[in-house]
């Protein structure tokens, strides 16, 4: 019955018209219509960074993050719904802006689809660039480079 009632209830978030992600959703409760994941972005520069990460229904502000500092959020994926997130990047006079989680991406470079299985993304920010991956794993094992700044 309980498990009814979460289903039920992620059926009627991710049916929702319009919203497309929550990445307030209580991490408690795993149970997603399609995929539940959690994005890191995580600093290794030697400067603090600014990120700021949005989607179309939500603005997750500006984090300041210091060196091996991260900043997470976590959301069900809808199947029938395209989830996006997308962020900007300040540090000193440099920035970059660029997806940091959609389907594409997420299929080919962060943990796979598996039956109830959280997923993760993790992004590091580096001095020559920014890289995505499934786990923290010691750079460079595991990372590909996506951007520059
Ligand atoms: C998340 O849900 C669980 C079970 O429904 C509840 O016990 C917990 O307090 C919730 N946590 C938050 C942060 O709302
Ligand atoms: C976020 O930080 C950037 C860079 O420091 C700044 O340009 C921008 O105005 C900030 N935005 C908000 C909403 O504080
Ligand atoms: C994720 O972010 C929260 C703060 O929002 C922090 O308390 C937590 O330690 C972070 N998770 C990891 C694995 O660092």
């Known amino acids: 019955m309980k498990i009814l009632c979460f289903l039920f ?16 959703a209580n991490t408690t409760n795993k149970v997603c219509g399609w995929s539940y994941w959690t994005v890191y ?16 229904d ?10 091996n500092d991260n900043q997470n959020w ?5 199947i029938t719904v395209k989830t996006l997130f997308y962020a900007h990047f300040y ?22 689809w598996g039956f109830q299985k959280p997923r993760k993304c993790v992004w590091l920010v580096r001095e020559d660039g920014f ?15 996506l951007h520059d700044w």
């Open 131 to 145: 890289y995505l991956g499934e786990e923290l794993t010691p750079f460079p094992e595991g990372w590909t480079k």
């Open 9 to 24: 209830f992620c059926l009627v978030f991710t049916t929702k018209a319009s919203p497309v992600a929550y990445p307030l």
């Open 58 to 67: 939500d603005d997750l502000g500006n984090h300041t993050l210091a060196l």
């Open 91 to 112: 540090w000193d006079s440099k920035t970059a802006f660029f997806d940091v989680f959609d389907y594409e991406t997420s299929k080919r470079y962060c943990t796979k």
């Open 74 to 78: 976590s959301f069900c994926q809808a």
């Open 41 to 56: 972005i995580y600093n290794q520069i030697n400067n603090p960074i600014t990120v700021h990460v949005e989607s179309g």
